[in-house]
C-alpha cells in the first residue's frame, strides 16, 4: 500500500511516499480501505517535530495522521459492532500512533462509528478529530444550559466551525471571533454574536461569559479570562508549551493564571472514542452538524495541504480524497 512516513522532523519534504504492506488489523481492531483523511493543525506541528514528535519519534515507521473514513475489509475475531464492507470513520488511536497517511489503516472497533449513508467520505472524514475536540469539551467538561453565553475563538477554523454548531444545537448563545471575512460564514453557522478579532476587543462586548473555548493560546487566553462571568469555565485546547514566547501564559501555567484571578479554567486534550463518534453520526445524518470543507487533496498532494495549514487560514477542514 501507498503511505508517507516521516524520517525525522522538518518541512513538507520529509515526508516520504513509500510502499508498506498492507497492516494485518488485531483480535479487537477493523482493516479499513481509506477514502479520505483529515489533515488538522497537530499534523503540521507534529512533522516539524512539536505536539506529538517526542512521543512518537521512536516508531519505525513513524506515520502521522488519526482522521479517516473508509470501507471496512477485515475485522479480528472478537469484533462484533462491524462487519466487512460497512462505511465507517473516526479518530484512529489519538493521542498515540494513527497511522492515517495510508491507503489502508488497521484501527481499534471501539474508536469507531458508522458512517451516516447520506453523508459523504469527505465531510465524515472532516467530522473526526475537530467535531470529537468540540463535542468532547462542550458536553463532557462543561454542561451548556439553555440561553448559556458561550465564546467560541476561530470561530471559522475547524474545531471552531464546529463548536459554534453544537453550542447552538445545545441551546447557547454564540459569539464567534474570527475575521471580517468569515463574518458571514460564522454568523451562518449559528452565532448569534460576530466580532472581528482585527478590529474589535472582545473585552469590550458587555457580555460576561459563561462557557469560552479557547482555541488560540497564549495571550489570547489571558484576555479571555476578562470576559469570564465568576461561575462561567474556559477550556483551553492549547497546550501551555505551545504559546508564543514573551507572553504571560509561558511564564505561568494557564490554570494557575486563571486560579489567581479565582475563575475556573481546564486544559482539555481530546480522546479517540467511538460513544462520542456515534453521536458526531447522529448530529451529521440529522443534518444538525455539517462540516465545511475549504479545499480537497488528493493523496498525492497530502504534503501541500500541510502547507494550507500553516497559512492559520484555513475555513473549516482540509481532506485528502483517495
Not at 472532516?126 to 454542561?143: D, E, I, N, P
Not at 479571555?224 to 514573551?246: A, C, Y
Not at 453520526?281 to 440529522?286: C, F, V
Amino acid at each position: 500500500m501507498k503511505t508517507y512516513i516521516l524520517n525525522e522532523p522538518g518541512d513538507i519534504n520529509n515526508m516520504i511516499l513509500t510502499e508498506l504492506p498492507v497492516p494485518v488489523p488485531a483480535d479487537d481492531e477493523v482493516l479499513i480501505q481509506v477514502k479520505a483523511i483529515s489533515i488538522n493543525p497537530v499534523d503540521v506541528k507534529t512533522r516539524a517535530g512539536k505536539a506529538l514528535y517526542t512521543t512518537l519519534q521512536h516508531l519505525k515507521p513513524l506515520i502521522l495522521g488519526w482522521d479517516i473514513s473508509g470501507t471496512v475489509i477485515a475485522a479480528g475475531k472478537n469484533v462484533t459492532g462491524f462487519k466487512v464492507n460497512d462505511d465507517v470513520f473516526g479518530m484512529v488511536n489519538f493521542i498515540g500512533h494513527g497511522q492515517a497517511y495510508a491507503e489502508y489503516v488497521t484501527a481499534p472497533a471501539h474508536q469507531l462509528a458508522l458512517k451516516p449513508a447520506n453523508i459523504s467520505f469527505t465531510a465524515a472524514a472532516a467530522a473526526t478529530l475537530a467535531a470529537l475536540t468540540a463535542w468532547q469539551a462542550l458536553t463532557r467538561q462543561v454542561q451548556i444550559k439553555q440561553h448559556d453565553q458561550v465564546l467560541i475563538h476561530a470561530a471559522a477554523g475547524g474545531v471552531g466551525h464546529y463548536a459554534v454548531q453544537i453550542a447552538r444545537y445545545l441551546g447557547a448563545r454564540v459569539t464567534g471571533t474570527s475575521s471580517a471575512a468569515n463574518k458571514d460564514f460564522v454568523l451562518e453557522l449559528g452565532a448569534e454574536t460576530h466580532i472581528d478579532y482585527q478590529q474589535q476587543q472582545y473585552e469590550k462586548s458587555g457580555i460576561n461569559f459563561d462557557v469560552i473555548l479557547e482555541t488560540l493560546g497564549g495571550e489570547n487566553f489571558v484576555r479571555s479570562l476578562d470576559v469570564l462571568s465568576k461561575n462561567g469555565t474556559i477550556i483551553n485546547l492549547i497546550p501551555d508549551q505551545e504559546s508564543e514566547p514573551g507572553t504571560l501564559a509561558t511564564r505561568k501555567s494557564t490554570l494557575e493564571i486563571a486560579k489567581e484571578r479565582g475563575l475556573n479554567a481546564l486544559y482539555f486534550p481530546v480522546t479517540s472514542s467511538g460513544t462520542d463518534m456515534q453521536q458526531i453520526a447522529i448530529l451529521l445524518e440529522k443534518g444538525v452538524l455539517k462540516s465545511h470543507i475549504s479545499k480537497v487533496y488528493g493523496f498525492d498532494q497530502l504534503p501541500e495541504s500541510h502547507l494550507q495549514i500553516e497559512s492559520g487560514k484555513t475555513r473549516g477542514k482540509i481532506v485528502i480524497e483517495l
